[in-house]
């Protein structure tokens, strides 16, 4: 399976504290994205980063991209009750096929 | 507002009763998508369509049918359905096909079949 695996499954942190969730994948990538979903709604894109890109940034966001490890990070700094979520990374592989998603990290911050 | 809408949020039907979700957006967009999400399992795709006229099988298309008559429009169909098909789903559009862009996501539909 394409699937990319995110780790930790779970994640509880304290207000201000930064938060990491990886993801891994197998195969090569066109890009590689993170979205957000908050509890039973629809998902948010975050940010895509392309294959031939390491490190991209969005506010709070920091993802960076090591396509020889095959793997990708989202890190959200001083986190916010706000960002409670799961977070989802999803891999393009190639041509029109489609964006493939891991099965999610949840995210708790605590106030 | 860009956006993607899904009817009904919410369904609770019985087996065997057909029912149509519909999913529009009006972003031009050519692509569509129809997503169904279960515990443990994540995301998976069930149809998905390039462009009006063109649709084409996810991974888990079985139970399920598309059309694509006009842009905007991407309605999933359940001719029978069953209670394995109870999921959360979502339909997402983007401007090209494939995964070369970000999707945007409706904001979902609870199926119950019991």
């Known amino acids: 399976s394409q699937q990319g695996e995110e780790d930790p499954q779970a994640l509880s942190i304290q207000e201000g504290e930064n938060a990491t969730m990886n993801c891994s994948y197998k195969t090569s990538i066109n890009n590689l994205q993170w979205y957000r979903q908050n509890s039973g709604r629809g998902l948010v894109h975050l940010i895509l980063i392309r294959s031939n890109e390491r490190e991209k940034h969005s506010g709070r966001l920091r993802v960076t991209l090591d396509t020889s490890k095959k793997s990708s990070s989202l890190l959200i700094t001083a986190s916010r009750a706000a960002d409670t979520a799961s977070y989802f990374c999803a891999t393009h592989h190639s041509g029109n096929t489609p964006l493939v998603f891991g099965k999610g990290t949840r995210l708790s911050v605590i106030a | 507002e860009a956006q993607v809408t899904q009817n009904p949020r919410y369904l609770i039907t019985v087996t065997g009763k057909k029912l149509t979700v519909t999913c529009s957006q009006n972003?031009?967009?050519?692509?569509m998508s129809w997503y169904r999400q279960d515990p443990g399992l994540g995301l998976r795709q069930i149809y998905y369509?390039?462009?009006?006229?063109?649709?084409d099988k996810g991974d888990v298309p079985e139970g399920y049918k598309v059309s694509r008559k006009e842009k905007r429009n991407f309605p999933l169909i359940l001719e029978s359905p069953s209670p394995n098909q109870t999921s959360l789903y979502f339909c997402?559009?983007?401007?090209?096909?494939?995964?070369?862009?970000?999707?945007?996501f409706g904001p979902g539909t609870r199926l119950t079949v019991l």
């Open positions: 997402a559009s983007s401007f090209v096909g494939g995964g070369y862009n970000e999707q945007f």
């Open positions: 369509s390039m462009n009006v006229e063109v649709t």
């Open positions: 972003m031009n967009h050519e692509y």
